[in-house]
């Protein structure tokens, strides 16, 4: 009985340990969208002329 509580303690342990891991990836993560989001929106209520393009224009020859 006692192996087996001391197992289960251990179980838990360790559950709990790769929970707090998930838990601070998950946070890494909703700042990373939360920055994107911001990104997007602020290019998407741009005025046209604000916005650069992400290579420079060709010019017609």
């Known amino acids: ?19 707090a891991v998930a838990a601070e990836s998950k946070r890494q993560t909703d700042d990373k969208l939360r920055q994107l989001s911001q990104f997007l929106n602020q290019a998407l209520n741009s005025p046209p002329s604000a916005v650069r393009p992400a290579s420079p224009a060709s010019t017609p020859s």
């Open 1 to 19: 009985m006692t192996e087996s509580l001391t197992s289960a303690q251990q179980s838990v342990a360790k559950l709990q340990q790769q929970c």
